[in-house]
């Protein structure tokens, strides 16, 4: 019987122990199905969220809001 081994999302150590694995986030695939994020149980509090998504988001959000065809231009 094989082992499944985890990584930890916060020290990038790998998870030996089975009941040391806890489960703190859930990643999509773009082409199929995603996967379980992993982190030792005395790390799992300080997991912090992904930062590439959030910076990406803002990236769209400055440039809808600087675009000379933006929304907010036409009513003015």
Aim: net charge negative.
């Amino acid at each position: 019987m094989t082992q499944t081994l985890h990584v930890c999302r916060y020290c990038d150590g790998l998870i030996t122990e089975p009941e040391d694995a806890v489960p703190v986030a859930y990643e999509h695939g773009n082409s199929g199905p995603g996967w379980t994020v992993w982190a030792h149980r005395e790390h799992a509090h300080l997991v912090q969220p992904d930062e590439a998504p959030i910076r990406i988001l803002a990236r769209v959000l400055v440039a809808k809001l600087t675009s000379p065809d933006a929304e907010w231009r036409k009513d003015s």
